[in-house]
């Protein structure tokens, strides 16, 4: 069953069969709020249905004055039904959302459990604003599944069974036909909506995930294109987005519009059939006339169940396309497999890598590059911007998986290291420092948790970041802008450094520290640098030649091979050497 080219009953079962699963670890919540729901329109039923039949007996008394009334035993009855249906809708709000909100929860934990190992090497191809989408807006639509979809078709069945039994109590024709009639307007509707629905509603929604994503990503890089003049584009462009995703909105109402038409329309002519059915046998002499009304207004009643089903149903191509994009996450592979356990133990900080070849999209980045590295020995990583340094030091952390080639780090392969060993052994500074939404100060505590006030104060002024810290207005206290835009790109990178140098790991790893500094501020951290990773492996990439001189060896890579490695000195002796070229066309230009 296809609509128009959309996709399969079959094909959205498969997306949402997933997001059932969970439902068990919250039975008990989802059952309760079944039966509150269903006790709450139980007793809408009996309120509206006894109502009839209490004006129709009252009225019918008032004609025979013979006739004792009693009209105590019904008031208190309606009012009974009153307080049920109020206590009964109130604790089924409270029950099926405390549900859905815990399931929401595991759902996005689970999302973030599976996304976490696959950074940054199996997540490149996702922005990060369209991660956040899925994070947040695919998985909340998920709660339609449960809220809108699943509980409310539950409870329409019941609902129909019961408005045909109190009806077929009576007279069981028109039961049969009530039920039915029902039944089939709580099929019709919702079909069709789903049918000529989805399409839109899966479009609105990978529109609107379009949106966000773009929405997130252009405020994150508001400053440079305010200051490049592109902003007045992008904001056009993100308008029409917005303009795109309306309409289908406005398409969608339209069609909510039309179904509801429809499913009126079905009411109207199933109480009409009731009533005329049930007038019927108060003519035979069959059906006694006070109940006329009660079964009119039993099957309005029981209409309130089936009315928000069409909704629901068109509303099933969002969430199909919600689930397929979450799905679609959680196939990805990490590329990377870290053992649980740890299958060997590093003696020391030496690090070896050998004929490591490295391809993104087939083409190498790092080809047959062999190191090796002594432990606590500072080795400075030169090439030009593409080289392959990043790559080197991503391979080092795991965070890409080589073709080919093997690393270690104190005769353990790298491989054998289960994530937190890993994650112990190196401290890194990366070229997009990232600051979480918190204090500066719990920015480093993160490295270091018991570092003092002193100890933070004094690194940061070491690396000349003290009077950046004097202009903040409550020093370490002070929380940086999103995105860590409130300091400069020279400031953050430093920043991303103390906190490296903060990390007792015992490799360092450091990609471009001192990009954005003058000369004279670079030489400052790189001696800073230095002393303080004394008797740790320090591996530092940078395109900058001074300072060189001072680190025990230098690695030159050029298009993703090491074209030389061996000590300052022998480099700038040998006049073939690269480095010795580099020194000389810079002691030239300067
Ligand atoms: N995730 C990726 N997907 C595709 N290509 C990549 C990816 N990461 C790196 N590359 C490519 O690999 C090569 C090496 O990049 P790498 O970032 O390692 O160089 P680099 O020397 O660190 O440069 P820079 O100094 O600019 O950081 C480049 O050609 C780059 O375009």
């Known amino acids: 069953m296809t609509d128009r080219g959309g996709p399969t009953a079959n094909e959205t079962w498969r997306e949402l069969r997933p997001y059932l699963a969970p439902l068990r ?46 009209f105590y035993l019904p008031s208190a009855w309606i009012r009974l039904f009153v307080l049920v249906r109020t206590a009964g809708r109130y604790g089924e709000r409270l029950t099926s959302h405390q549900a859905t909100l815990k399931l929401l929860s595991a759902l996005r934990e689970r999302a973030y459990r599976h996304i976490e190992p696959l950074s940054p090497a199996a997540l490149q191809r996702y922005g990060s604003g369209d991660l956040m989408t899925r994070l947040t807006a695919d998985v909340d639509a998920l709660d339609g599944l449960y809220l809108r979809v699943l509980m409310p078709s539950i409870v329409a069945l ?47 929604q990978a529109l609107d995930a379009q949106l966000r994503g773009r929405l997130i990503a252009r405020l994150a890089a508001f400053s440079e294109l305010l200051l490049y003049g592109r902003w007045t584009h992008e904001r056009d462009t993100l308008l029409a987005a917005q303009r795109q995703r309306d309409a289908e909105e406005r398409r969608l109402a339209r069609l909510w519009g039309h179904s509801q038409l429809l499913t009126h329309t079905l009411l109207g002519i199933s109480v009409t059939v009731t009533l005329a059915l049930a007038a019927w046998l108060v003519d035979a002499g069959t059906l006694d006339p006070t109940l006329l009304a009660l079964m009119g207004l039993a099957v309005l009643a029981a209409f309130e169940a089936i ?49 490591l070849r490295v391809c993104f999209d087939g083409i190498p980045a790092l080809d047959d590059v062999t190191l090796a590295i002594a432990s606590g020995e500072h080795v400075a990583l030169l090439g030009a911007t593409g080289s392959g340094k990043t790559t080197l030091l991503n391979a080092l952390l795991r965070f890409v998986a080589p073709q080919r080639g093997t690393l270690s780090l104190g005769g353990a ?85 103390a906190r490296a140098l903060l990390y007792e790991a015992p490799v360092v790893l450091l990609d471009e520290p001192t990009e954005w500094l003058d000369e004279a501020s670079a030489s400052r951290v790189l001696a800073e640098i230095r002393r303080r990773c004394r008797g740790r492996t320090l591996l530092l990439a940078t395109h900058r030649l001074r ?5 025990d060896r230098i690695a030159v890579l050029d298009a993703g091979r090491v074209l030389e490695f061996d000590t300052p000195q022998a480099l700038l002796a040998d006049a073939r050497s690269r480095y010795a070229a580099l020194r000389r066309r810079t002691v030239i230009a300067s």
Request: proline share 5%; hydrophobic share 50%; net charge negative.
């Open 413 to 497: 392969a790298l491989d054998a290291l289960s994530v937190p060993s890993l994650r112990q052994a190196f401290a890194v500074a990366p070229q997009d420092v990232h600051l979480f939404v918190a204090s500066y100060r719990e920015n480093l505590l993160i490295a270091a948790p018991e570092a003092s006030d002193a100890t933070l104060i004094e690194l940061l002024e070491a690396l000349g970041l003290g009077d950046w810290l004097a202009s903040q207005p409550a020093g370490l206290d002070s929380y940086p802008d999103e995105g860590g835009s409130s300091l400069s790109g020279g400031q953050l990178r430093r920043f991303g450094v």
């Open 307 to 355: 009315a928000p089903l069409p909704k629901a149903m068109q509303d099933l191509g969002r969430l199909r396309h919600a689930a397929a994009r979450l799905n679609r996450l959680h196939a990805e592979l990490p590329g990377v497999d870290y053992p649980d356990v740890d299958r060997a133990t590093p003696g020391d900080a030496r690090l070896k890598v050998e004929a």
């Open 158 to 204: 019941w609902v129909i069974v019961g408005c045909g039994v109190v009806i077929g109590v009576f007279a069981p024709g028109i039961g049969l036909f009530a039920a039915t009639a029902l039944l089939a307007s709580a099929l019709l509707g919702p079909w069709l909506a789903w049918r000529r629905g989805q399409r839109h509603s899966a479009r609105w």
């Open 25 to 70: 670890a919250h039975a008990g919540l989802f059952i309760l709020g079944i039966a509150l729901n269903l006790l709450a329109f139980s007793a809408s039923i009996g309120l509206i249905a006894l109502s009839g039949w209490f004006l129709s007996a009252t009225a019918l008394a008032g004609l025979s004055a013979a006739t004792a009334f009693n």
């Open 547 to 551: 300072e060189l001189d001072r680190f």
